[in-house]
């Protein structure tokens, strides 16, 4: 629980003003999915979009990072959630600059390299020409209708700079009961409390994810990255192949 451990004292300072309810489900969030793992296979800098991007737990960090982010979500309520997070940020990052001695680091609550966009139910975000880095697809996929997967993939793979890499956290699907709990969870959040919007709740399998991203002419990683956490969290790793 490296994430729990490390993050939450960065990060759930952001959400303070927030109702109990909404800062519960973010430590829950924290608890249970290992964040920094997937931080730490980000390029070293440059622009990142969030897709599916929910409370902005990782746009918010990554933009602290130095990362220029976008979070896309088809959620009004996380993205409002988002939005009021990188205004506490800022003024987390305002308060702690302007501490005993002031540094010229000081960057006003707009300043934070931040945008929230709101997408409609199916559609995909389509920032014209603008790519980006780094595209963080963050427990997101098994939400999405299975025959939509591959037009949902296809595109955020489209908006991947040269030489970008496309970082995919899901559950491996063969993991039996720790994929079981997960889906009964998910099954609850999405079609019981509707806490959670999404149009499925069953992870794609790994080998049909890769596969897929490989056709994309992407290069191809995948880690287990569950040590610790109760769930079956894999990360894929696809990068724009040189050449
Ligand atoms: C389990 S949450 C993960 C949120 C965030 N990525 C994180 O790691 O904390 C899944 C998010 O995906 C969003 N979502 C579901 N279907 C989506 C779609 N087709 N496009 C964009 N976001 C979607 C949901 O609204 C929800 O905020």
């Not at 591959?150 to 970008?164: N, W």
Request: charged residues 25%; aromatic residues 6%.
């Amino acid at each position: 629980m490296t994430t729990f451990k490390r993050m939450t004292p960065k990060v759930l300072p952001y959400y303070l003003r927030e109702p109990p309810g909404v800062i519960a489900k973010i430590l829950v969030r924290l608890a249970t999915c290992p964040f920094e793992e997937v931080a730490a296979r980000l390029p070293l800098r440059g622009s990142l979009l969030d897709v599916g991007c929910g409370a902005g737990i990782f746009t918010a960090t990554a933009a602290q990072m130095g990362f220029s982010c976008v979070g896309v979500d088809v959620d009004p309520r996380k993205i409002e959630t988002a939005r009021r997070a990188t205004r506490g940020a800022a003024m987390l990052e305002w308060i702690r600059n302007t501490g005993p001695v002031h540094t010229p680091r000081l960057r006003k609550a707009d300043d934070l390299p931040v945008e929230y966009v709101l997408l409609q139910p199916e559609e995909l975000y389509s920032p014209g020409d603008r790519r980006f880095d780094a595209v963080v697809i963050n427990d997101v996929l098994h939400l999405v209708e299975p025959r939509r997967r591959e037009d949902f993939l296809r595109h955020y793979r489209g908006l991947l700079a040269h030489r970008g890499r496309m970082l995919i956290k899901t559950m491996r699907e063969d993991a039996g009961w720790r994929i079981r709990i997960h889906q009964a969870q998910e099954t609850i959040m999405v079609k019981g409390l509707r806490w959670t919007a999404g149009a499925s709740t069953e992870p794609p399998p790994i080998r049909w994810l890769t596969d897929t991203l490989s056709a994309m002419n992407l290069s191809v990683r995948v880690e287990d990255i569950s040590e610790g956490y109760p769930y079956p969290h894999v990360l894929v790793t696809a990068e724009d192949a040189p050449g």
